[in-house]
């Protein structure tokens, strides 16, 4: 799977072995916002991507909480 790292600055193709899936919720003034994103450890950097909830649960890596 493909992530941004933003120290490197440049695309890095991680393993999807090394590749979890986590669910983000924060409350705002409106109610509650669910974010849907894919974390990863490489080379030492810890990697998010952001993607949509299809993409989320059409993918079938571990989930954390």
């Known amino acids: 799977m493909q992530f941004y790292n933003l120290k490197k600055r440049s695309h890095v193709d ?3 072995s090394a590749v979890k899936k986590t ?7 409106s109610g ?3 974010r849907y994103a894919f974390k ?7 990697l998010f991507k952001f ?3 299809a993409v989320f649960d059409s993918t079938s890596v ?3 909480s």
Do not use: L, M
């Not at 450890?41 to 810890?46: I, R, V």
């Open 32 to 34: 509650e916002q669910i």
């Open 23 to 29: 669910k983000i919720v924060r409350e705002t003034k």
């Open 51 to 53: 993607v949509s909830k």
């Open 62 to 64: 571990p989930e954390i």
């Open 14 to 16: 991680v393993p999807d």
């Open 40 to 46: 990863a450890e490489f080379e030492g950097d810890t």
